[in-house]
């Protein structure tokens, strides 16, 4: 979005992706920006299954999203990965990210527009 419509829509496009994010997550959940174009959720009480539920719903509400620039409309689309911290287990934060990050690069690899559980 940046290179093609230039940075102002792409933090438009940003913006977006945040606030339909608060209104599809719950109260408990915690949305936070990770990077440029990256955010994290935590979502407390929610199981794999639960959490991709939620997150598909995002996506599929996020690309019927329409962005209006002097030249052209357009759409987006958003990849998605998901990983599952479980109390018996003794995953550190950091490798919890790095499955999320896995798991969101195989949704881009295997065609974009998807969630995926590491």
């Not at 940046?2 to 829509?9: E, K, L």
């Not at 689309?77 to 287990?89: K, L, N």
């Not at 995953?91 to 590491?118: C, F, Q």
């Amino acid at each position: 979005v940046n290179d093609r419509f230039g940075h102002a829509m792409g933090d438009e496009v940003i913006a977006s992706v945040a606030t339909l994010l608060r209104k599809r997550l719950r109260n408990l959940d915690v949305l936070g920006r990770y990077g440029g174009e990256e955010f994290v959720v935590l979502m407390n009480n929610c199981n794999v299954i639960e959490a991709s539920k939620i997150l598909d719903d995002f996506r599929q509400r996020f690309q019927e999203l329409v962005f209006t620039t002097e030249e052209a409309q357009f759409s987006s689309t958003i990849s998605i990965g998901v990983a599952e911290f479980r109390p018996d287990s003794k995953i550190e934060p950091d490798a919890l990210l790095v499955n999320a990050d896995k798991a969101m690069y195989i949704a881009k690899e295997t065609g974009r527009n998807k969630v995926i559980v590491s």
